[in-house]
């Protein structure tokens, strides 16, 4: 082999081993593209991680299968369940679930009467997702504590890493909070302290930002989405595929935290960079920008929002139902909630549930649907616990049903709300409060009072924009706007 080969052989593995995928993808394209001997399977491996990483999706997944196939040529099991295993994974990014069934078949074909490896952790990882999808907790715990045994014999960081990942998804469906986030912890700390790859990296950043977003863990999710963004700003020389994903999640902390100007931004970036397999971010960027349009009272532009989502796979639920409400069409927003709740599933964890069971409170007190708002109320306060902000979700919704039901009891459970806002700085579901707040106190005939937190509320609603909004109006209960000002 001449000299010039071996050089960019090496050049090749320098890259890959140092992780420059950008210069990797270069150096094995141009090999694959013009052969002075055909590409080695783990090349083809490499080749594909690289095509990924550069934005080449469809030679990531081409790269792949060809691995796959050098993998079986050479009789190597593992590296061709390995490769099964990814094809997978991307199929199903890619919205193609019968072929990625497929090939999730193919690897187990290839790993499953192997002895214990390491690959087989990945098959263990997809058990502890489709079984939390199906509800099934301890078939989720088992597989997560395989997969953890496997990894830990492995000796590999990014699967020790991932395995505590997994665990804490098993342990979170079941509600054993503190444990997951003690696991997602450990995960996180490994990511930030650069003891994995970079690849490993940014999908660990990306599922542990979802794990807690679910969880409705406000404070981790602040302080990960910082420090991911940091790590996506100096990782990649200018190329991270992971930037859009984790500017994603960014925009919902954006939204709960008032920073809407920069959550709206962050969302046209964020949809600019997510990568085609990824799609689900994308969607969720826009439902978040689709929520501030509505609360400012920009109603096409929400409607545009909502839609964008939908196209992109995701039921755009609350907030759909919750614009079709400030449109005056209450009772399709009520049926819309029904229907959200009715599919909703384990996955998605208890924030998802939460929010739609405040908008179900919210819909049915405007169309009179007093029973409705009350059982929708008491189910969110069961869930809540005493998770901070699933705890003010639910003292704001039982505060709006004492309002009509126990005049009486309603300061406490909004006095309550308000602090746990307040406490969380979430400045907009503050300012709702407030209105609830003021119609409490008008309704007990304390007008100054009422004067107050109505003049408290229009501030808020007027520092984010928000002054035109359908909320800045007052609370709808009965179909009649109740207004806290005499």
């Given amino acids: 082999m001449s000299a010039p080969v071996v050089d960019r052989a090496g ?3 320098d890259a890959v081993t140092h992780e420059r995928w950008a210069e990797a993808y270069t150096l094995l394209h141009a090999r694959d593209r013009h052969p002075d001997r055909a590409l080695t399977a783990g090349e083809l491996d490499a080749l594909s991680d690289a095509a990924w990483w550069s934005g080449h999706l469809d030679e990531s997944v081409a790269a792949r299968l060809r691995a796959h196939s050098a993998h079986v040529a050479a009789g190597d099991h593992r590296g061709a369940g390995a490769a099964a295993w990814w094809l997978h994974h991307e199929y199903a990014g890619l919205g193609r679930p019968a072929v990625a069934a497929g090939w999730l078949h193919r690897a187990h074909h290839h790993l499953d009467e192997l002895p214990p490896c390491p690959e087989q952790s990945l098959l263990a990882w997809t058990d502890v997702e489709e079984a939390t999808a199906r509800g099934d907790g301890p078939a989720a715990l088992a597989a997560a504590a395989r997969m953890t045994r496997l990894a830990e014999d492995s000796g590999s960081p990014d699967l020790r890493a991932l ?5 804490a998804t098993a342990l979170l469906a079941r509600g054993r909070r503190a444990e997951g986030l003690a696991l997602l912890d450990e995960a996180v700390r490994a990511a930030a302290a650069g003891e994995l790859s970079v690849l490993c990296t940014g999908r660990l950043y990306g599922l542990a930002l979802t794990r807690c977003e679910e969880a409705a863990d406000l404070g981790r999710a602040v302080e990960w989405t910082r420090t991911a963004m940091e790590w996506c700003a100096t990782t990649g020389d200018g190329e991270n595929p992971f ?21 709206e931004e962050e969302a046209r970036r964020a949809c600019r960079e997510v990568p085609p397999d990824s799609l689900e971010s994308a969607a969720a960027a826009y439902c978040a920008v689709g929520d501030v349009q509505r609360r400012q009272g920009r109603l096409d532009q929400a409607a545009r929002s909502y839609a964008h989502a939908h196209e992109l796979g995701r039921l755009p639920q609350p907030g759909l139902a919750l614009l079709r409400l400030a449109q005056g069409r209450a009772e399709t927003a009520a049926a819309g909630l029904r229907l959200a709740l009715a599919c909703q599933d384990a996955r998605h964890g208890p ?8 908008a179900a409170t919210e819909v049915a007190l405007a169309t009179g649907a007093v029973r409705e708002a ?5 189910e969110l306060d069961v869930l809540a616990g005493d998770v901070p902000l699933l705890r003010a979700l639910a003292d704001t919704a039982a505060g709006a049903v004492a309002l009509v039901t126990e005049p009486d009891a309603t300061p406490a459970a909004l006095r309550r709300a308000l602090d746990g806002w307040l406490r969380l700085r979430v400045p907009y579901e503050a300012a709702r409060v407030r209105t609830l707040l003021a119609a409490a106190a008008r309704a007990a005939g304390d007008h100054e009072a009422a004067r107050r937190e109505q003049a408290l509320a229009r501030d808020g609603f007027a520092r984010l924009g928000a002054g035109a909004g359908p909320d800045a109006r007052g609370p709808a209960i009965g179909g009649h706007t109740v207004n806290g000002v005499p």
Avoid: K, N, P
């Fill in 11 to 13: 050049r090749a593995r």
């Fill in 163 to 167: 395995g505590r990942q997994a665990g």
């Fill in 243 to 263: 930037r859009g994903i984790i500017r994603a999640h960014r925009v919902a902390v954006l939204d709960l935290l008032g920073e809407w100007t920069a959550a």
């Fill in 351 to 358: 924030m998802a549930r939460a929010r739609l069971l405040a």
């Fill in 374 to 378: 009350a059982d929708a109320a008491a």
